[in-house]
């Protein structure tokens, strides 16, 4: 009888939050690093904790260049120590439809696989590819629909005389009831 080994997927887990996000959608880094590890688990994958890349407090928007966790991972990546990248969802690797299908496309060329564990597609077959820009299309849509709410209410607390820009100027101090400048007498 012949004994028939197969080779274990190495699975490497990239997890992203930007600083309001975190917060505000509940899909904070503890949370996807619970669910990653729990999904390459029950895929049987091996997970090296070595391969466990992060970024806190980097948009979605911001190429791979410019996120510290995620060039580590491509540089790991194109030396081949792990198979498939694992992401809880798409939009948490990029926010940008472009970004994501050319980091999908690098992957594949260092022949490295793409999962998101909360949405399903195969991107090997022209569906799967169609699905995930679709998903990325959504991704961008909503990262653009939450900077479009971000100024439209900043605009109306500044015209309602609100401070929405950080700290106070020196020479001020913010009331933090009214969200409004006081002159600091001592300043």
């Known amino acids: 009888m012949e004994t028939r080994h197969e080779k274990k997927i190495r699975a490497a887990i990239y997890r992203r939050v930007s600083t309001d996000e975190q917060a505000r959608e509940g899909y904070g880094l503890i949370y996807q690093e ?6 390459a688990l029950s895929q049987d994958y091996i997970l090296d904790p070595s391969h466990m890349y992060v970024d806190e407090g980097y948009s979605g928007s911001l190429p791979i260049s410019e996120r510290p966790g995620l060039n580590h991972l491509f540089a790991a990546a194109e030396k081949k120590e ?13 926010r940008k439809t472009r970004l994501i299908l050319e980091a999908i496309e690098r992957l594949n060329g260092c022949g490295v696989g793409f999962r998101s ?13 169609f699905m995930t820009t679709l998903l990325a299309a959504v991704a961008e849509m909503e990262r653009d629909t939450i900077r479009e ?5 900043r605009i109306a607390s500044a015209k309602d005389g609100r401070w929405v820009m950080g700290a106070p100027p020196y020479g001020y101090t913010l009331n933090k009831e009214t969200k409004k400048l006081e002159i600091e007498p001592d300043e």
């Open 34 to 39: 619970d669910k990653l590890k729990a999904f």
């Open 117 to 129: 564990i909360t949405e399903s597609f195969d991107t090997t077959n022209i569906t799967g590819r």
């Open 149 to 153: 709410r971000t100024t439209n209410g």
């Open 82 to 94: 792990f198979d498939v990248v694992l992401v809880y969802r798409l939009d948490r690797f990029f």
